[in-house]
């Protein structure tokens, strides 16, 4: 979809949706296809699925849709872009709100087509100046202005601020935003309103992720009048009581549940062809039967029950590769809230690289992606994704399944199985058992953490699961983020937004580094991709390789899988699509018959 949709997956927790696990059967025995056993599968070429859905037909007025939430846990409801974590929250956000800028096929800010702003940079790459265009307004009538983008620098930025969007180096890099953060200014000197439609932002620094990492979500300043910053996240102002300029606006929630739209008509990008939307929340287990019913007519797909064999009669799929990844964590430390930044203490075996790089050879992501996911997954090498291919990397290897190798660095590292159980001890012989965290999502789910969890015991490593079941989204990432000392090793997965610069995950100031690794060398080749020097491609490619290998070596995570998704649209659906750069929107989709269509 256009205005953005690209970069509103930015630094998301991708969580039900990524992490539906493999497919039912494994239990925590090893697969047919370990070790080179079974024959090789029939894998599914994404390429042949479009990206725009096909409908000839002639569109009717008005008519609603229904777009199902595909989650297997209640959404947070934390509706506001400032402050929500996961992505069932983004989900229902993105049709009432939306950034300011409008994004090319190149997933970078443009002033081509419709946008709510338009921006100028200057010649040295540092000051930008944003203009909000005319007729643009919030869903009580009131105009977007100036002030509304500047606030949400004001909101990010501010000493009380409870969200964790302060460690994008392109919000803490403004000029006195450093100082305004830790109290020592009531402004950012750096943001200057110069009228009410015009204002302009000036860095420490150019940058060259500006154009697809800058920040572009206004908030309502008038709409928060009164509340404390520091009382935001619990206000109902971003759970309930919401306000947006996108093409529809909220008439009404069941938190958790469901969320009804009406369409906007004062929408500045015109109005919407739908007269209403019906966003609720559908179980992974139960989403392919809703779509065959016409219970709901767009939903994402878990890829793990897709099946090449069946040709649907009253759905089409639609499919492209994901700005995403899945991996998994090891805990070394904790948040220091008060300074903002990680510390790599805890103590743990997991502190041993030659462990965690053992870990990462023991796991067989080869057979998960094609025996369980037909191709739509693959195998992943390093933590920038093939997704940016300017700088992905695929000389470097990562951790292909290698179990002699595996066994070779505990043995070296001096991991013994001293009473002959089947486990190794700890270096003081005694006795090593690892608390894993896995979420729930889908039959599959807890299959997948078995799975791997006995590749691990394959080359003598104990891992359990954490109290014995897997998690809800919600509460597991309450305890990753938290840093609950029972959590050991983590399963988690990341949107990248589309912005290649890796900074906001895994600096030591960034709040989304969970495994809080802390390493001189990764944070020189961070600094240096977001650099005045970086502007050079060359450099900037060469800085990503170092890093993408020092941190295979490191092995702070191990990325397990690089994904497409899938999209399952009912044939009543028109104007909707996912493709890059494309100029459809939310306003634009439309249906050609009242009814969704059933499975003949």
Known sequence: MKKGKWKFLSLLIVLGLLLSACSSGTSGKKSEGQEGQGSEPELVDPSSFPKTVVNEETEIDGGSLTYALVSDTAFEGILDYAFYESSPDAEVISFFAEPIFAYDANYQITNDGESAAKFEMSEDGKTMTVTIQDGVTWHDGEPLKAEDYAFSFEIIGHPDYTGVRYGDALISGIVGMEDYHNGKADTISGIK????????????????????????????????????????????????????????????????????????????????????????????????????????????????????????????????????????????????????????????????????????????????????????????TTLMIPFFADFHNPDIEGYSYNTEKANQLLDEAGYKDVDGDGYREDLEGNEMVFNFASMSGGETAEPLANFYIQNWKDVGIHVQLLEGRLHEMNSFYDRVEGDDEAVDIYQGAWGTGTDPDPYGLWSKLAPYNYPRFVNDKNEELLAAGHSEDAFDQEFRKDIYDQWQQLMVDEAPVIPTLYRYYLMAVNNRVKNYSIEAGSELGWEDVAVTAEKAFVEE
């Open 193 to 380: 309103i110069l009228n009410d439609k015009q204002l302009t932002i000036t860095w420490e620094e150019a940058n060259p992720s500006l154009l697809s990492g800058i920040w572009s979500y206004a908030e309502p300043k008038h709409h928060f009048e009164g509340i404390e910053i520091g009382d935001l996240a619990s206000s109902d102002k971003i759970h309930t009581d919401l306000l947006g300029f996108g093409p529809f606006k909220v008439t009404n929630i069941v938190p958790g549940e469901s969320v009804e739209y009406e369409a906007y008509e004062n929408y500045y990008g015109g109005a919407p062809k739908l007269d209403s939307v019906v966003l609720k929340v559908v179980s992974p287990t139960t989403i392919g039967e809703a779509i065959k019913k016409g219970d709901v007519d767009i939903a994402s797909f878990p890829t793990d029950q897709y099946d090449k064999d069946y040709v649907p009669t009253n759905f089409q799929y639609l499919a492209d590769m994901d700005a995403a990844y899945t991996y998994i964590g090891f805990k070394l430390g904790h948040w220091d809230a008060e300074a903002g930044v990680a510390v790599q203490d805890k103590d743990t075996p997991l502190q041993d690289v030659k462990l965690r790089q053992a870990i990462g050879y023991a796991m067989d992501n080869k057979s998960v992606a094609e025996r369980f996911y037909q191709g739509l997954r693959v195998p992943a």
